[in-house]
Each structure stands twice: as structure tokens, then as C-alpha cells.
């Protein structure tokens, strides 16, 4: 059973940049996407960014591009999200999700795998 878990979340200043990881266990990424998704209070889950563990092809909401880098690390079956410049209107609990097979997809019920979170929080 496939396993995820979110790291690297916390309190960090507009501007300021922040590096999550999803950190996989009990089977291989290999065959996956992996989608980060963020949840901000009363608000929808959203899709962020996501790639594909088998051919790369990394994409991104308008709202992050150029600011969020998504990375894998096969051999370690993780993934990262580099976020900078951020904002308050980033502050979220983010999520990561893995989906079979391996092809991104934006809609949150494509994905079967989902991690319990970590708390990203944007303030000065």
C-alpha cells in the first residue's frame, strides 16, 4: 500500500521561500504522477502542480508559475516543491497525491494516494 508524507511546511514571511517534500513509502513512484494540491480555509482543494514520475512534463496552476518548482528524486521516491516569493494568498495546507498511471491529471479525483497534509502559513 502506498504510502505519502508531506514535510516542510511552516511560518514564513511574504517573500520568503519554503521547500516541501513528499516522501513515498511501500511501493515505488516510478509508475506515478504526483499532484500537490493546497487547501486554504474555507476555500476548495486546488490543484498546484504536479509530474510525472516516468516522463517528467512538470506543470503548474497560472497563479504559482514562475514562482513554484516541481522536482522528483526517483532513487529516493520523493518529491519537492520549491516554493518562492510567496504570498499570503499561498497559505494553505498542501498536499501531495499519487495517481496510476503516470500521467498528470488537474482533477483531485484522479488521484487515489493522498498524504495528511502539512500547514503552510504566509505572514509578516
Known amino acids: 500500500q502506498l504510502q505519502l508524507v508531506e514535510s516542510g511546511g511552516g511560518l514564513v514571511q511574504p517573500g520568503g521561500s519554503l521547500r516541501l517534500s513528499c516522501a513515498a513509502s511501500g511501493s515505488t513512484l516510478d509508475y506515478y504522477a504526483i499532484g500537490w494540491f493546497r487547501q486554504a480555509p474555507g476555500k476548495e482543494r486546488e490543484g498546484v502542480s504536479c509530474?510525472?514520475?516516468?516522463?517528467?512534463?512538470?506543470n503548474y496552476t497560472d497563479s504559482v508559475k514562475g514562482r513554484f518548482t516541481i522536482s522528483k528524486d526517483n532513487a529516493a521516491n520523493t518529491v519537492y516543491l520549491q516554493m518562492n516569493s510567496l504570498k499570503p494568498e499561498d497559505t494553505a495546507v498542501y498536499y501531495c497525491?499519487?495517481?496510476?498511471?503516470?500521467?498528470?491529471?488537474?482533477?483531485?479525483?484522479?488521484?487515489?494516494?493522498w498524504g495528511q497534509g502539512t500547514q503552510v502559513t504566509v505572514s509578516s
Open positions: 509530474i510525472s514520475m516516468m516522463f517528467g512534463n512538470p
Open positions: 497525491a499519487a495517481r496510476y498511471p503516470a500521467y498528470c491529471r488537474v482533477a483531485r479525483d484522479e488521484y487515489k494516494y
